[in-house]
């Protein structure tokens, strides 16, 4: 089983970057898609970015134009650049393979984004 250890996150003001860390145990050569995704408090856990091995990406309507996910299979990593973040970026932030939030497991501890002035 892969495990996915997130970092990067921390303490931002609104509108300012982060950039997270997706490292991972073993190859993703064979995972077609990763993904980003992050749950605010009360909230479920939500897609928010995901990379296929062809580079396709996606990205939530709430988060378009301004987060770019990157990803290097060689490295065993992905990471997610956030840029004009807004307080309601605030959440867990979490990598795996892109699939139903209920069905994935391997999930890592998630790395604390918080937004605010």
């Known amino acids: 089983q892969v495990q996915f250890v997130e970092s990067g996150g921390g303490l931002v003001q609104p509108g300012g970057s982060l950039r997270l860390s997706c490292a991972a145990s073993?190859?993703?050569?064979?995972?077609?898609?990763m993904a980003w995704y992050r749950q605010a408090p009360g909230k479920q856990r939500e897609l928010v970015a995901s990379?296929?091995?062809?580079?396709?990406?996606f990205y939530a309507s709430s988060v378009q134009g301004r987060f770019m996910v990157l990803r290097d299979n060689a490295k065993k990593k992905m990471w997610l650049q956030m840029d004009s973040l807004k307080p309601e970026d605030t959440a867990v932030y979490y990598c795996?393979?892109?699939?139903?939030?209920?069905?994935?497991?391997?999930w890592g501890q998630g790395t604390q984004v918080t937004v605010s002035s």
């Open positions: 795996n393979k892109e699939g139903i939030i209920d069905q994935l497991d391997d």
């Open positions: 073993t190859s993703i050569f064979s995972i077609d898609t």
């Open positions: 990379i296929s091995n062809g580079g396709a990406r």
